[in-house]
């Protein structure tokens, strides 16, 4: 069985609905997934938007969310979950807003993709004191068991 992600708010390749981006609560949406491989020892979330700033011209990929050390029996994190609420040893990196935290959609042109990448580790990670993305990528390298995603959509109203 591999592992796989999903979220009770929104379809794969479908509308993050509007309550999880900067024009509504900008909080994070449910996700659940199952299928970690046995030997994992930790999990790390990461979402990103590769289409900044403009999907028909993208220069940079945006970091939403960046989670490590999400203990391997936790199986998902619910709507909107508070810094104070993370299972376990998670700890919590640097977005590209420069702060920790879920920062929701909020493109400034055009209708942009999001992915939610889970990925299974064979280590839990020493504290990195608020990596960015780069940071925990290299941290993660040579120790990735499997990784699943979700990818949702949204474009301001």
Not at 21 to 44: H, Y
Not at 62 to 84: D, K, R
Not at 103 to 110: A, F, K, L, R
Request: net charge negative; proline share 11%.
């Amino acid at each position: 069985m591999s592992m796989s992600l999903k979220s009770a708010d929104f379809v794969h390749q479908g509308e993050i609905p509007q309550q999880f981006t900067c024009q509504g609560d900008d909080s994070s949406p449910a996700l659940s997934w199952s299928g970690a491989p046995a030997p994992t020892k930790s999990l790390v979330l990461i979402v990103d938007d590769p289409d900044a700033p403009d999907p028909e011209n993208p220069k940079m990929t945006w970091v939403h969310w960046v989670l490590y050390n999400i203990p391997p029996t936790v199986s998902e994190l619910p709507q909107a979950v508070a810094a104070s609420k993370l299972p376990g040893s998670t700890r919590q990196g640097k977005n590209d807003w420069k702060r920790t935290g879920y920062g929701g959609p909020c493109p400034p042109i055009g209708r942009h993709r999001y992915f939610h990448k889970l990925y299974a580790l064979d280590i839990e990670l020493p504290d990195l004191n608020q990596p960015t993305k780069a940071q925990l990528e290299v941290a993660m390298k040579g120790h990735i068991l499997e990784q699943a995603e979700v990818i949702g959509t949204y474009q301001k109203q």
